[in-house]
């Protein structure tokens, strides 16, 4: 990865700080880009399994998610015993804005007063 992508995603993650969303975890990250961007169904199982950890991490990992509401469980109708991992408009939206954070950062910089260029230099 080059230093203009690292200083890129930098840019990314210090505007989803300043925006006052939750803080995830990068496992709650990729639980949550892994249900949002590929085919389901989603199981606890099948997820612990692409991420390499076990289900108690990731139940915990949706129990944070389920209670942003970006994420929930849903049971399988036709065999009781199967729980579903389920996308949420909340998560859609969330995701949504996260996304627009990334395509932001890749666009030409709007040109900054001369104090926000000075907080941007003290930090670079």
Same mark, same amino acid.
């Given at each position: 990865m080059?230093?203009?992508?690292?200083k890129?995603w930098?840019?990314?993650?210090?505007?989803?700080?300043?925006?006052?969303q939750?803080?995830? +975890?990068?496992?709650?990250?990729?639980?949550?880009?892994?249900?949002?961007?590929t085919?389901?169904?989603? +199981?606890?199982?099948?997820?612990?399994n692409?991420?390499g950890?076990?289900?108690?991490?990731?139940?915990?990992?949706?129990n944070?998610?389920?209670t942003?509401?970006y994420l929930?469980?849903v049971?399988?109708?036709?065999?009781?015993?199967?729980?579903?991992?389920?996308? +949420?408009?909340?998560?859609?939206?969330?995701?949504?804005?996260?996304?627009?954070?990334?395509?932001?950062?890749?666009?030409?910089?709007?040109?900054?007063?001369?104090?926000?260029?000075?907080?941007?230099?003290q930090?670079?």
């Amino acid at each position: 990865m080059s230093e203009r992508s690292l200083k890129g995603w930098m840019q990314t993650l210090i505007s989803y700080v300043r925006s006052g969303q939750p803080d995830l +975890t990068n496992r709650q990250m990729a639980l949550m880009l892994l249900v949002y961007l590929t085919p389901g169904p989603h +199981t606890v199982r099948g997820l612990a399994n692409i991420l390499g950890v076990s289900k108690p991490v990731i139940t915990r990992a949706l129990n944070t998610l389920g209670t942003l509401g970006y994420l929930r469980r849903v049971r399988d109708e036709a065999d009781r015993r199967n729980v579903f991992v389920a996308k +949420t408009s909340v998560g859609q939206e969330f995701l949504e804005s996260f996304e627009r954070n990334i395509e932001e950062e890749g666009q030409p910089a709007p040109r900054r007063t001369h104090k926000e260029r000075g907080f941007i230099l003290q930090h670079s």
